[in-house]
């Protein structure tokens, strides 16, 4: 079994859609026939795949449904919703993590409604 390399540089949104694609792939199911068995349109799953498009958590059960993968997407997709912020933003979540108060300071625009 050949373990595939992932790039570092890639979103984790990238990184969803091409697991959804290698399973997909992996059981022989072209995109038209993968959007026929979760009910959604080719379009959807190519968005999907190519991290252009957030999965929802309907989408993600009917994955693990038709690929037979357990509950694998449903879990990938609660680590995206988590972590899934882009490389540069990264430390900025761990820091507003312990973060006990945000201030925004803005000397030309006034935040919320006026």
Not at 60 to 89: I, N, Q, S
Request: with cysteine.
């Amino acid at each position: 079994m050949r373990v595939e390399e992932v790039s570092e540089d890639i979103s984790d949104l990238e990184y969803f859609g091409g697991e959804v694609k290698r399973a997909r792939l992996a059981r022989k199911l072209s995109q038209l026939q993968f959007a026929e068995g979760t009910g959604y349109s080719q379009g959807h799953i190519s968005n999907v795949e190519s991290g252009r498009k957030i999965p929802s958590a309907e989408f993600a059960r009917r994955c693990d449904h038709v690929l037979g993968t357990h509950g694998m997407f449903e879990r990938l997709r609660a680590r995206l919703l988590e972590k899934g912020h882009p490389t540069w933003f990264r430390p900025f979540v761990k820091l507003e993590a312990s973060a006990v108060e945000i201030l925004d300071y803005a000397p030309s625009v006034v935040p919320g409604i006026f």
